[in-house]
T-cell receptor
């Protein structure tokens, strides 16, 4: 049972435009959500997080939105840059330090 | 600052051989430690986590085991590798209520 789902395996966006990566979850007990970025042959790097008491968190070009009623979160990258090309994982936890990861979305930003 | 070291970066092993992957963390005390596996085209699957020396929780039944002989050392082992053990193994650490931070991983190929 996949509790955290990233239904788009890949996304291609032009440089300067907005990238929107989506993530859905099924467990209503999840209270903390994170996005990680991963380059090939490297470990994931923490990008941004959001608590379930918020519906938006912003850090520079990155904004995460949480819609609890829809059990949906999204990551917006504006403006997108070629260096943003990577695999993005969303993850969630339910009151513990254990994370449940999605399967990832490969973002390609082209000139 | 905190750092995490994982080695080796790549490993090719024959079926039936033993395995030992090591992970160490510097710059923090009593971290939570985690082992993940990323199979080809899949998300990150939590294999083991540890909240202290000698305290190991297994998340999925498998051919692998983990040990934590020291506060900042986490070891992933197997007595006899299977073909299905191939994958990208990641070690991570965290402290309470903070995001997990990952090492650069070990690419394990079983022949």
């Amino acid at each position: 049972d996949q509790q955290v789902k990233q239904n788009s395996p890949s996304l291609s966006v032009q440089e300067g435009r907005i990238s929107i990566l989506n993530c859905d979850y099924t467990n209503s007990m999840f209270d903390y959500f994170l996005w990680y970025k991963k380059y090939p042959a490297e470990g994931p790097t923490f990008l941004i997080s959001i608590s379930s008491i918020k519906d938006k968190n912003e850090d520079g070009r990155f904004t995460v939105f949480l819609n609890k009623s829809a059990k949906h979160l999204s990551l917006h990258i504006v403006p997108s840059q070629p260096g943003d090309s990577a695999v993005y994982f969303c993850a969630a936890s339910a009151g513990t330090d254990k994370l449940i990861f999605g399967t990832g979305t490969r973002l390609q930003v082209f000139p | 600052s905190q750092t995490i070291h994982q080695w080796p970066a790549t490993l090719v092993q024959p079926v039936g051989s033993p395995l030992s992957l090591e992970c160490t963390v510097e710059g923090t005390s009593n971290p939570n430690l985690y082992w993940y596996r990323q199979a080809a085209g899949r998300g990150l699957q939590l294999l083991f986590y540890s909240v202290g020396i000698g305290q190991i929780s297994s998340e999925v039944p498998q051919n692998l085991s983990a040990s934590r002989p020291q506060d900042r050392q986490f070891i992933l082992s197997s007595k006899k590798l299977l073909l299905s053990d191939s994958g990208f193994y990641l070690c991570a650490w965290s402290v309470r209520n903070q995001p997990q931070h990952f090492g650069d991983g070990t690419r394990l190929s079983i022949l």
